[in-house]
């Protein structure tokens, strides 16, 4: 499943973004190269493997990345991890955060791993303490669980093994726009 998510977020996210992004991931990507202006880095017990070695707070720049994607990170209790990723983020920049489903029967393939899944409703909650704006709903992929002769189409997409979120930085202009000026039927500007 990490590795269909992982083809996943390359396909979306390799050729397309512009500004260096940040992608963690439960295990190391089996090949970071081909994707350029990336910074992969993995999680373990000790803090983040990868291209760097780091803990948090990660000593990389503020508002340094157009893009940061948490796969199945965020679900070993990491404490300001999304703090963390708010800071990192430029304005405008996205957050994707990739979640198992807790409602898909696919629980039951992890269920005696130790991960601890959590709903989307508190993922978003967590984001928006966080100071990110959650866009849009949550959207689901990746294999579902359908009986032998039932066809994929049928399959409600609640059912899918993968839950994506995801969320922008907007922050407030320094200096507000000016008003515009009102000035009437046939008035014409001095």
């Given amino acids: 499943m990490l590795s269909a998510e992982a083809e996943r977020v390359a396909a979306l996210l390799g050729p397309a973004a512009p500004q260096p992004w940040l992608w963690l991931a439960p295990q190391a990507v089996p090949t970071p190269e081909k994707l350029p202006r990336c910074l992969f880095l993995h999680g373990q017990a000790a803090g983040f493997f990868g291209q760097i070695r780091c803990a948090l707070p990660f000593p990389l720049p503020t508002e ?35 979640s198992l489903n807790p409602w898909s029967p696919y629980r039951a393939r992890w269920r005696r791993s130790g991960l601890h899944v959590r709903e989307a409703r508190s993922w978003q909650a967590e984001l928006e303490d966080g100071g990110l704006t959650v866009l849009g709903g949550r959207r689901r992929f990746g294999p579902v669980w359908r009986a032998r002769n039932e066809a994929p189409a049928h399959t409600p997409p609640r059912l899918r093994a993968v839950t994506l979120l995801e969320a922008e930085k907007r922050v407030a202009a320094l200096i507000p726009p000016k008003a515009i000026p ?6 014409s500007p001095v």
Avoid: Y
């Fill in 64 to 98: 340094g990345f157009g893009t940061i994607v948490l796969q199945h990170v965020h679900e070993g209790g990491m404490e300001g991890l999304l703090a963390e990723c708010a800071r990192l983020l430029e304005p405008g920049g996205r957050l994707w955060l990739v």
């Fill in 182 to 187: 009102s000035w009437g039927v046939g008035a």
